[in-house]
């Protein structure tokens, strides 16, 4: 068995996890079939035209309001949330996990750090709860989310901006720092479906978000049988994982580059360059790109859902196994990254 | 596969607290919805107008609209942000690409042989058979 299966996460975040990668797919959805229209026209429509689009932006938006102060005031009033602060800080380990990372690439380095491990490694209590990314993630996605969220309002109620900043050109400033804000975050989470989709032991998608930490074993049965290691040379390659994962890191790369590209140009900032409102360059290459970016983030949401399934089907799991209640620890189930005997009944 | 025996003793987030929070969420977003909403109606075409500046016609105000040149700077700067932070978010991918090939590299291959791969490195059978995690 190895040690990379240990969870994190209450059941109450991973709950959130799913309602908020759910809300925010949809606003990215939307918002660049609104912002990129020139290249995701056939998205445009089919969400219903330009007053579909921004209605479902608009309740998503409404939503992402409410999940993030959710959010907030759990984090707040609840002494797990308040626990958690010193957790998410970044420390000196962070630093050391970035460069551990980068000499581990170039192969000065056997293990990447513990701090850089998305799903653990070594035992469970000696794992943060957080990698570096992971605090990364926490730290750009909640500014980003707040100020979206705000802007957004803000563009929302027009009239609002136009008291505040007297002009039409002014207010479309607000349309364009929202779109722009987005695009940081859009390419972020395009890396994070990534990073959490195709890691070759967890591969297609880390359960780590979606099973509950309190239905997840942290030992497993006789503690002098625990790899000092992560125990990753125990697992097998899913047959699959380097066509999938080559493909699926390209597009990845395809469909960052394409909206950084695309958000240089089709900044919607009429003010006083060139007056072309949403005219970008017309170009197939970014068409391409921009759509694969957005196929990246349908494989994301796609992902979601199935890392749901997983949960559904180890909760049953779990029931059907607390009737007999003869076995040892064994491994949940992580696709991908399971022991042979197991792989061909969790591909289907 | 596990006996719930060996499942940990988790102290999540109180009902409680789960519940003022879905509250607060709810009551802050039904107020923005309020504020939103309040403001807008009538006004929803206002910027839809596409501008044509020559011969000042619609659209010139466009061009000396924005006389505040703060608004102009947090342009540039976000422009400069996506940039940059679009440019890490390249290197932290492709760190990752390359550390997965590693960590590929050191799991077993689909279809090999697990007793003989334990036995290949000195490992002992039973210690393989042990991976199957269930087959006790």
Same mark, same amino acid.
């Given at each position: ?22 809300? #925010? ?19 445009? =429509? ?6 579909? #689009? ?72 000696? #794992?943060?709860?957080?990698? @570096?990314?992971?605090?990364?993630? #926490? ?7 707040? *100020? ?44 994070? &479906? ?48 380097? =066509? ?11 469909? %960052?580059?394409?909206?950084? &590209? ?6 919607? @900032? ?17 068409? %391409? ?16 859902? @199935? ?42 | ?11 999540? @987030? ?88 590693? *960590? ?33």
């Amino acid at each position: 068995m190895s040690n990379l299966d240990h969870g994190k996460f209450t059941r109450v975040t991973t709950l959130f996890h799913s309602l908020l990668g759910l809300d #925010v797919f949809l606003l990215f959805f939307t918002g660049y079939a609104i912002m990129f229209n020139d290249e995701l026209w056939w998205m445009l =429509t089919l969400m219903g035209g330009a007053s579909g #689009v921004t209605a479902i932006h608009r309740i998503t938006g409404i939503g992402l309001v409410a999940l993030v102060i959710f959010w907030i005031t759990l984090q707040v009033i609840s002494s797990t949330g308040r626990s958690n602060f010193s957790k998410v800080l970044p420390a000196k380990d962070d630093v050391d996990a970035f460069i551990q990372d980068i000499q581990f690439v170039l192969g000065r380095a056997d293990e990447r750090h513990p701090s850089a491990r998305q799903f653990g490694g070594y035992k469970a209590d000696e #794992v943060p709860l957080l990698s @570096y990314i992971g605090k990364g993630v #926490v730290f750009i996605f909640s500014i980003e989310l707040t *100020l979206l969220a705000i802007s957004g309002l803000l563009i929302w109620s027009k009239t609002g901006l136009a008291a505040m900043f007297q002009t039409k050109a002014a207010a479309m400033a607000f349309v364009t720092f929202h779109g722009l804000l987005g695009v940081i975050m859009l390419m972020g989470v395009m890396f994070h &479906i990534f990073e959490h989709g195709m890691h070759p032991a967890f591969y297609p998608v880390e359960t780590k978000a979606f099973i509950p930490r309190s239905m997840v074993p942290e030992h497993h049965g006789d503690d002098d049988e625990e790899p000092d290691t992560t125990g990753i040379e125990r697992l097998s390659l899913s047959p699959s994982w380097r =066509t999938v994962s080559t493909i699926f890191g390209a597009m990845t790369v395809i469909g %960052i580059v394409s909206v950084l &590209i695309g958000s240089i140009f089709d900044e919607g @900032y009429p003010v006083p360059r060139e007056l072309a409102i949403g005219g970008g360059p017309a170009s197939i290459l970014l068409t %391409i790109g921009i759509n694969l970016g957005m196929v990246v983030l349908g494989v994301g949401l796609v992902l979601s859902m @199935y890392g749901n399934v997983l949960r559904i089907r180890w909760e049953q799991q779990l029931e059907r196994d607390e009737r007999p209640a003869a076995a040892d620890g064994g491994e949940p189930q992580t696709d991908g990254g399971q022991p042979e005997a197991d792989d061909a009944e969790s591909e289907h | 596969m596990t006996n719930t025996e060996d499942l940990p003793e988790v102290s999540g @987030y109180s009902r409680v607290s789960v519940l003022i929070s879905a509250v607060v969420g709810l009551a802050v977003a039904a107020l923005a919805l309020f504020w939103a909403q309040g403001f807008r109606i009538g006004y929803e075409s206002l910027y839809r107008v596409n501008p044509s500046v020559e011969g000042g016609g619609i659209g010139s105000d466009w061009v000396f609209g924005n006389t505040i040149p703060a608004l102009d700077f947090l342009i540039a700067l976000i422009h400069a942000a996506d940039v940059i932070l679009g440019a890490f978010i390249l290197v932290m991918v492709f760190i990752h690409w390359a550390a997965f090939q590693r *960590l590929a590299d050191q799991m077993r291959e689909p279809g090999e042989d697990v007793n003989e791969a334990v036995a290949a490195d000195g490992g002992s059978p039973a210690r393989g058979d042990e991976q199957g995690g269930d087959s006790a």
